[in-house]
């Protein structure tokens, strides 16, 4: 009859130890390479992806340069009276330096006032242009870029595109020429929407 008996050595302890240690590096190696092939296999899963400059879109649009154009117009008025009132700044600037030394406290006083005021109206006449060009912006360029967006589905369903992401809001490091659809949504807008 054969007896086996059971060596609780330190040795043996530390066989133990290594084999368990071994199984369970093997396990993590495995759980590792799983996840590996599973990213590596996403984006055959993810399917056909398209990017979209849509910026490039609407300035590219005959209706976005056509209303590039109104808002240019628009801008250069606008900036026509600001630059009246930097002139009248600066005047008045030239003046003050002038008076200085020869005019009385008052009358000097009454420039520097006189100053301030034109100061203050030229810097908020610069705000409220600033402010105003983005609102009127908007109010030009947003049928334009909703018909882009609209216009981008279409094209990517009627192309068997999964995703179409704007190159805006990505983060990139490189896209392929085959994955941009910028110039088919540009000519398909200018066929779709034509300048009268």
Do not use: C, H
């Amino acid at each position: 009859m054969l007896q086996f008996t059971v060596d609780s050595s330190p040795s043996t302890d530390r066989v133990r130890a290594w084999s368990g240690w071994e199984v369970a590096m093997r396990k993590f190696v495995r759980w590792i390479l799983v996840f590996v092939l599973t990213w590596a296999a996403i984006p055959v899963v993810a399917g056909n992806i398209g990017f979209l400059d849509s910026e490039r879109a609407i300035k590219t649009v005959r209706e976005g340069q056509r209303q590039l154009q109104i808002l240019d117009e628009w801008a250069n008025q606008k900036s026509d009276e600001v630059e009246k009132l930097q002139s009248r700044v600066a005047e008045l600037t030239q003046q003050l330096d002038t008076q200085r030394t020869i005019a009385s406290d008052e009358a000097v006083g009454r420039l520097e006032n006189e100053l301030l005021n034109a100061q203050r109206q030229f810097e908020d006449a610069g705000r409220a242009l600033k402010r105003d060009f983005e609102t009127k912006q908007r109010e030009l360029l947003a049928a334009v870029a909703t018909r882009i967006r609209d216009l981008s589905a279409e094209y990517a369903s009627a192309n068997g595109f999964d995703v179409i992401f704007m190159f805006e809001s990505q983060p990139l490091v490189y896209v392929a020429e085959s994955a941009i659809i910028t110039d088919e949504v540009i000519k398909l807008y200018d066929e779709r929407f034509p300048i009268d």
